[in-house]
Antibody, heavy 119, light 110 residues
Framework: QLQLQESGPGLVKPSETLSLTCTVS??????????WGWIRQPPGKGLEWIGS???????YYNPSLKSRVTISVDTSKNQFSLRLSSVTAADTAVYYC???????????WGQGTLVTVSS | QSALTQPPSVSGSPGQSVTISCTGT?????????VSWYQQPPGTAPKLMIY???NRPSGVPDRFSGSKSGNTASLTISGLQAEDEADYYC??????????FGGGTRLTVL
């Protein structure tokens, strides 16, 4: 069974860069033609798609975050990563990594990790 | 990014049916059958319940069904159970290869 696990600092200072990694186990990040993604949820609020990546390196980003987001993949470590620059308190959220299923959906999800932006 | 509109809350008694709507525009929901629905109990990660408007993943009870009419997609839960109490989100894969989520609907089982 495929499993995803987010990791990274739980506290980031304003104006700095948020960095998270998603480690994939139970399957290869190179398998089939799936996209991997990052989705976040501010406390008490709804879900927001951040971006997606294919193991080939092809990426798509949320237009509202595109200028600050970079998603990359490391196939040798079976991981993909998120970098969000110039963070503010508005970037405080639970960050989920996920993988698309067959079709247009997000089928596999990590447990999520809370990142707080505060000095 | 266009927004998908959901009612903030719905409620129903055990055994009843409830429907949650997800309204977009003719350019998104009305133009694509790429709507999915997610269930999120408090403190947990979202779980896929319906994809491509009306398809159920393996393991999802057939009490959950999806449909679409015009610019509005809907999730219907029949035979409501206490365990169905959760937040529900719709999502759309757009023609620009991006994703948008609805604002979420809290389902309360009375």
């Amino acid at each position: 069974q495929l499993q995803l696990q987010e990791s990274g600092p739980g506290l980031v200072k304003p104006s700095e860069t948020l960095s998270l990694t998603c480690t994939v186990s139970g399957g290869s990040i190179r398998s089939s033609n799936y996209y991997w993604g990052w989705i976040r949820q501010p406390p008490g609020k709804g879900l927001e798609w951040i971006g997606s990546i294919h193991y080939s390196g092809s990426t798509y980003y949320n237009p509202s975050l595109k200028s600050r987001v970079t998603i990359s993949v490391d196939t040798s470590k079976n991981q993909f990563s998120l970098r969000l620059s110039s963070v503010t308190a508005a970037d405080t959220a639970v960050y989920y990594c996920a993988r698309r299923g067959d079709g247009y959906n997000w089928y596999y999800w990590g447990q999520g990790t809370l990142v707080t932006v505060s000095s | 990014q266009s927004a998908l509109t959901q009612p903030p809350s719905v409620s129903g008694s055990p055994g009843q049916s409830v429907t949650i709507s997800c309204t977009g525009t003719s350019s998104d929901v009305g133009n694509y059958n790429r709507v999915s629905w997610y269930q999120q109990p408090p403190g947990t990660a979202p779980k896929l319940m319906i994809y491509e408007v009306s398809n159920r993943p393996s393991g999802v009870p057939d009490r959950f069904s999806g449909s679409k009419s015009g610019n509005t997609a809907s999730l219907t839960i029949s035979g409501l159970q206490a365990e169905d109490e959760a937040d529900y989100y719709c999502s759309l894969y757009t023609g620009s290869s991006t994703w948008v989520f609805g604002g979420g609907t809290r389902l309360t089982v009375l």
